[in-house]
């Protein structure tokens, strides 16, 4: 009986012990935010959700055992790899996915996350590896880039590459394939090697990119640069690179003088004339090279006009000190006479120089810390604050093992970046890659990267704006090119995109408007909190091909009260005139708003629902706005209006609303004169200071601008107090 009633059971229950192992499967899920990844075990099928855009893959090894500790998933991504999905540290709407090889042989890299069902009719932008990372939309590259995926709505997911940036790659064409791997020259990976890649997802392109900076400089603890971190964000200064330098290999020989004597006479004549510089850029004509360049033909002779010696060549580096030639009593020398910190440029490394016998190179980039020890206290010893590594991509693309051993890359750019920082020595990168641009993620005294290629010409407008917002989320400040000084859209735009202000004029040719429009009387910046970055609708009319302006914003940020420069502008200026528009809420405003033209200096008021509008102009194709909130009295203020940047922190260093006008701190340098503050208001204004005298306080009944002129008290820095309340 107990024999016949246990076969019984048997077979009620042996359907169910049928059943495929996916009717047991269990599903698991982490989040961050609405951001949801979930994993079901038996399959080793995983989707990640945002509650607009679906995403789904599969394990290389299919079912694997998911443990879930602290809402971070863990499971077996293939044989001898673990993988990890979790929360970014602290961050909405990000989430790390990372693997580690636990084999005792090294094996070759999977790629995750490997997403092969990809919502249709995404947009990508993402970066060539090329110099200076062009940006490319719709033709996702795969090298060691982000790649930004946004529907025609603006949803965005962002995926990236979180570590390992020299041998990392994005992998397929956002159609189909979406995943991040390494690049085809890595075969194997050794025990222990781990990587990470980072999704974030947001409403908008612009909300994106911020969470994705958020979340990868959260990853490696950097803060970003201060606008102030260097004398080269601090300051106007001189560069004597090409495409715009007067002093590049060329000097004053005609009349007599030498290399440091020309620099030298420029600085006195300057300080003479009362014209700020606040340092000088020391371009690749100051050391000794050879004339063997790899990268591209070069000639023996830099400048035939000069002296044939290894200080007028232009191929790589044979020794990074003071040629005797340009510099006879050395660097240290010179430096004390121009009496400015110094932005020292550097290359790659020539197959003949004698670093070669003293260190590690390989392929012509120095793997060697005690090398990057030798340059940081000679920089240190001779005046050189910011030390210039240009030459990146020559150096990836001609040094192979970088590109597929592991920790190589490291050992080069950590290297660099100890020793400068062990001396208190920011830098800056030049002609970088996108890979370059993610490793500086890790580096706090990397303040600075050139954001397009050589000389400030209206068509790198473009590439300057949107590798602006990838430079900036990565913790530094985009850098443009020398400029001539006399050029005012060019001295607009390099102060609006909040990085260096450098000009490249012979002393007779500098433009002193100008250079008092982007600086104060003491060569200190008068620049936006935030670079010059393209709003949303300019990314979808780019991928969309549409030829509508790019309509690009930055910010001066006084507590809850922010104004907004506006700089609209052709993608292609040959095209001639045409109209932009944005609504004042695309810059965060919720209320009316006064806008100003500088160039015409005119004035309008606008309610809520009104449009900013207007007609890109000249041949640089562009239009230039202040935009300020109006207050509850009334009164918009726009600042200092003979500044690009009229409410600057160097300038406006505080503002309150007052219950029937506002006041504003007033930055003054030393020796400054007369400081006009302007702004709307819809009725007659009276002034009062503190610290300066209102020479004159003047209101337009027809177009409602105010000016109110200031004569500062004292000829040394201070600060005065301004208020402006309606009558």
């Known amino acids: 009986m107990k024999h016949r009633l246990g076969i019984l059971i048997a077979s009620l229950f042996l359907p169910f012990l049928l059943l495929p192992q996916t009717g047991m499967a269990a599903s698991y899920e982490t989040r961050s935010g609405s951001l949801v990844f979930s994993i079901d075990d038996a399959t080793g099928n995983y989707t990640l959700d945002d509650g607009a855009l679906h995403f789904g893959g599969r394990l290389p090894a299919g079912a694997s055992s998911v443990r879930k500790t602290a809402g971070e998933l863990h499971f077996q991504l293939m044989h001898g790899v673990d993988a990890t999905v979790a929360p970014a540290p602290k961050r909405s709407n990000a989430l790390v996915f990372s693997w580690k090889v636990i084999s005792a042989t090294p094996i070759a890299p999977p790629a995750f996350p490997d997403f092969n069902t990809v919502p249709a009719g995404l947009h990508s932008l993402s970066h ?109 200064g001189v560069l004597t690179d090409n495409n715009g330098g007067h002093y590049y290999y060329n000097y004053e020989y005609a009349e007599g003088l030498s290399y440091e004597e020309s620099l030298v006479r420029f600085f ?208 530094a400040w985009p850098a443009t090119d020398v400029m001539p000084s006399g050029d005012t859209a060019a001295m607009l735009f390099a102060v609006l995109s909040g990085g260096p202000v450098g000009v490249g004029d012979a002393f007779e040719k500098l433009d002193r408007a100008n250079i008092f429009k982007v600086a104060r009387a003491d060569g200190d910046l008068v620049k936006p909190d935030e670079p010059l970055m393209p709003l949303n609708a300019s990314y979808l009319s780019q991928a969309r091909r549409t030829g509508a302006p790019i309509v690009a914003a930055t910010f001066s940020r006084h507590g809850n009260h922010q104004t907004a420069y506006v700089l609209a502008f052709a993608d292609d200026p040959s095209k001639g005139s045409t109209d932009f528009y944005l609504a004042p809420g695309d810059l965060g405003f919720n209320g009316p708003t006064a806008v100003f033209d500088p160039f015409s200096d005119t004035v309008a008021a606008l309610g809520a629902g009104e449009r900013i509008t207007g007609k890109l102009g000249g041949p640089d194709a562009y239009a230039y706005r202040i935009v300020a909130p109006i207050s509850a009295s009334g009164i918009a203020v726009f600042g200092d209006i003979f500044k690009f940047v009229s409410m600057g922190r160097k300038r406006v260093a505080g503002y309150q609303e007052l219950p029937h006008g506002a006041r504003l701190n007033i930055a003054i340098a030393a020796n400054e004169t007369d400081i006009t503050v302007a702004g709307y208001a819809r009725s007659d204004v009276k002034s009062h200071a503190e610290g300066a005298v209102v020479a004159s306080t003047e209101w337009n009944h027809e177009t409602g601008m105010f000016e109110v002129k200031l004569r500062p008290l004292s000829g040394t820095a201070h600060q005065a107090v301004l208020d402006v309340v309606a009558k």
């Open 128 to 236: 060539q590896q090329a110099n200076f990372a062009p940006p490319v939309f719709d033709d996702p590259q795969q090298v060691s880039t982000p790649w930004i995926l946004f529907t025609e709505a603006g949803r965005t997911l962002v995926v990236s590459p979180a570590s390992d940036f020299f041998l990392a790659s994005m992998l397929g064409d956002a159609k189909t394939r979406v995943a991040v791997g390494l690049n085809a020259e890595v075969a194997t990976v050794p025990p222990g090697f781990t990587s990470t890649a980072l999704v974030v997802s947001a409403p908008d392109i612009v909300a994106a990119y911020r969470a994705w900076g958020n979340a990868l400089r959260g990853l490696y603890h950097r803060t970003p640069a201060s606008a102030e971190a260097d004398p080269i964000l601090r300051y106007i």
């Open 268 to 475: 006195q004549r300057s300080r003479e004339a009362g014209l700020p510089f606040g340092y000088l850029q020391l371009d690749s004509w100051w050391y000794s090279k050879s004339s063997w360049n790899p990268h591209e033909k070069v000639g023996r002779i830099k400048n035939p006009a000069l002296s044939d010696e290894d200080w007028n060549r232009y191929g790589g580096l044979l020794e990074w000190k003071a040629h005797p030639s340009v510099f006879p009593k050395g660097m240290a020398a010179f430096h004390e006479r121009v009496k400015v910190p110094l932005l020292a440029h550097n290359r790659f490394i020539d197959k003949d120089s004698p670093y070669r016998q003293r260190y590690e190179i390989s392929g012509v980039a120095a793997v060697d810390r005690r090398y990057w020890e030798e340059l940081a206290t000679y920089a240190a010893a001779n005046g050189i604050a910011v030390y210039l590594q240009d030459w990146l991509d020559a150096t990836y693309k001609f040094s192979p093992d970088l590109h597929n051993v592991p920790g190589l890359g490291e050992r080069f750019m950590d290297g660099m970046a100890a020793a400068m920082a062990a001396r208190g020595i920011t830098m800056q990168y030049c002609m970088a890659y996108p890979l370059h641009m993610l490793q500086g993620v890790k580096y706090a005294n990397l303040t600075t990267i050139r954001a397009a290629g050589d000389g400030l010409e209206r068509p790198r407008w473009t590439q300057l704006a949107f590798n602006a917002r990838l430079i900036h989320e990565l913790g």
